[in-house]
């Protein structure tokens, strides 16, 4: 079975620009989250998806960010006017569900705005 | 609010020798979990072992141990038999048990680069 996917796995961006990072989870997983690792960091929580709950965006930093989860599987987290700051990387993880243990996680995206 | 801690710095450890990994958490919940994962160069992260607050035993996973002092609030991985393999980041996480409708995200410490010299 496949693991949780990440596309793309490097991006780079020009300041200014907006940007899409998809996640794909393991197949029947209901949750769904976003982090973000910046340089020799710890992973930073952004947004959770669990199911067709509304999503808990308690962690997104900024206005310019925003994720959405279609159909219950696949996610999009976008950044619009990318800042260097934003530069990091950005991991995806699912969970059988809000009971699971044991979070899965992708192999990231490494965003780097210039 | 939770909160988690690691404040080693590198740690060096011979290969075949056992090394304790710190980890200290502060919690207002009365049941969480605790986990820890290993990332290596690669940049994956990669589970390890997790303790639920209201476990009785201390959590084994191979060569993987979990010193769980809930009093003193640690939580200590413990990795034994050492491998070059093991050199990597390890953090260490916690999250709220669930309840209905509760976010399980996982909040992590910094995290401790552990290096295995041959």
């Known amino acids: 079975g496949a693991g949780v996917s990440q596309s793309p796995s490097n991006k780079v961006t020009e300041k200014g620009k907006d940007v899409e990072l998809r996640c794909d989870p393991i197949s029947g997983h209901t949750a769904l989250y976003w982090y973000r690792q910046s340089l020799g960091q710890g992973l930073e929580f952004l947004i959770y998806?669990?199911?067709?709950?509304?999503?808990?965006k308690s962690g997104l930093p900024s206005d310019r960010f925003s994720a959405e989860r279609t159909g219950g599987s696949v996610s999009t987290l976008t950044i619009q006017r990318t800042q260097q700051e934003d530069s990091a990387v950005y991991l995806c993880?699912?969970?059988?569900?809000?009971?699971?243990?044991?979070?899965?996680f992708g192999p990231g995206t490494r965003l780097t705005v210039l | 609010a939770q909160k988690i801690t690691q404040t080693q710095p590198g740690m060096f450890v011979q290969e075949k020798e056992a090394v304790t990994l710190d980890c200290t958490y502060d919690t207002s919940d009365p049941s969480y979990g605790l986990f820890w994962y290993k990332q290596p160069s690669s940049g994956e992260m990669i589970f390890l072992i997790y303790q639920g607050s209201y476990d009785q035993q201390n959590a084994t996973e191979g060569r993987y141990s979990l010193n769980f002092q809930k009093a003193r609030k640690s939580a200590n991985l413990v990795i034994s038999a050492s491998q070059l393999g093991d050199s990597a980041m390890y953090f260490c996480?916690?999250?709220?048990?669930?309840?209905?409708?509760?976010?399980?995200?996982?909040?992590f410490g910094k995290g401790i680069t552990l290096s295995v010299r041959p």
């Open positions: 996480a916690m999250r709220e048990i669930v309840r209905a409708g509760a976010n399980s995200k996982l909040t």
């Open positions: 998806f669990q199911g067709n709950s509304a999503p808990d």
């Open positions: 993880a699912s969970s059988v569900g809000t009971s699971g243990n044991e979070q899965f």
